[in-house]
């Protein structure tokens, strides 16, 4: 149920998506130029097919988005190297030295789309993660296990205490933010670490319960990884978001799959949110009953965690009621996005 509060307009400053899906060639293309210029600076995730493990991927990557941008568009491009078995501190050095390289993602090899080159054993990366502890790079980690046996509900609580207590422990100095977490156990672990810890909260895991992937059926444009959780799970999430804590910060997870990868027999895993992402979280927060907190939320915690400069200029919600596109264009494929078809009460104005 929405919970409206008295508010006609919200003005914040500008945000940054610290975690963003933006995939590649024609796709990429037409979904960049409709990208909403609200958000100043995205960190693009490197989940290409081949994934991008060296500084001169990242850098053409980097150059094929800003050449799919519109006249005007003015988003700011923070890329990423995909952590394999092999990359080597030399990479890391080289990478962070162009200024244009922010961060390293880690997958566990098969976590989630297009991580079959994940890392297989943390020990091979210890050498590269002790170069971005020097140079204060931070790891993005898709904290899920592999393993077939774990229920999938389980996957994020096992490898925090498989893994990642362990990782965080033999380098104190790293700096490690929990990507999209979506259980109890990740907020309480990053709670539990020191300032060098911690996380994105995607819009989509605020929202919703598991139930919404069933809901009168089977839900395809709300399965993702890490998967939707319990009612419980949603509700320590929003207790991270209305303590106000500067560890919990936006990454809207946002991404894209062409509408026939969703709905097949093995559809594809993940929720496009770009369209929306400020009046989705906007949305979260209200019900939440905590709008004085999504500024820090989106604009100021992330960056601060990163090093970066907080963002000039300002964008305005306005208090208006307005229908999501039932499809978008995805390189001459449908796009379905969250909450396809339904109002949404705050617009950009």
């Avoid at 931070?138 to 498989?162: A, G, N, Q, Y």
């Avoid at 978001?241 to 993940?270: L, Q, V, Y």
Wanted: net charge negative.
């Amino acid at each position: 149920t929405y919970k409206a509060t008295n508010m006609a307009t919200f003005t914040l400053r500008r945000p940054d998506d610290l975690h963003l899906h933006v995939r590649d060639g024609e796709p990429m293309r037409t979904l960049m130029q409709s990208f909403p210029k609200t958000v100043a600076r995205a960190i693009i995730m490197p989940n290409l097919k081949p994934p991008v493990v060296n500084t001169e991927q990242a850098l053409a990557y980097r150059d094929r988005i800003l050449a799919a941008m519109p006249d005007g568009s003015d988003l700011g491009l923070l890329m990423t190297l995909y952590l394999t078995d092999k990359t080597k501190p030399e990479e890391i050095a080289k990478a962070h030295a162009t200024g244009k390289v922010y961060a390293v993602k880690l997958y566990p090899a098969g976590a989630t789309t297009n991580s079959d080159s994940g890392v297989t054993d943390l020990s091979l990366v210890d050498a590269a993660l002790n170069k971005m502890a020097e140079l204060k790079m931070p790891l993005l980690v898709h904290s899920e296990v592999t393993d077939k046996t774990v229920d999938i509900f389980d996957r994020e609580p096992v490898f925090i205490e498989r893994h990642l207590r362990q990782l965080v422990a033999k380098h104190p100095d790293l700096k490690v933010v929990l990507e999209h977490i979506s259980t109890k156990e990740a907020v309480d672990f990053v709670r539990s670490q020191g300032p060098n810890v911690a996380a994105t909260i995607t819009a989509h895991h605020l929202l919703y319960n598991r139930n919404a992937i069933f809901d009168g059926g089977l839900r395809p444009h709300k399965y993702c990884l890490p998967v939707l959780k319990s009612e419980t799970n949603r509700q320590a999430l929003l207790d991270a978001i209305r303590s106000g804590e500067s560890k919990f910060f936006m990454g809207t997870d946002s991404a894209p799959h062409a509408k026939g990868d969703k709905c097949k027999d093995c559809g594809h895993a993940g929720v496009y949110t770009a369209h929306a992402a400020l009046e989705l979280y906007a949305t979260a927060f209200e019900q939440a009953g905590c709008m004085g907190n999504l500024e820090a939320f989106v604009s100021e915690n992330g960056a601060k965690f990163y090093g970066i400069p907080l963002n000039e200029g300002t964008v305005t919600l306005l208090r208006e009621s307005w229908t999501v596109p039932e499809t978008l264009n995805f390189g001459g494929q449908e796009l379905v996005p969250l909450m396809s078809n339904e109002e949404l009460h705050w617009k950009v104005a």
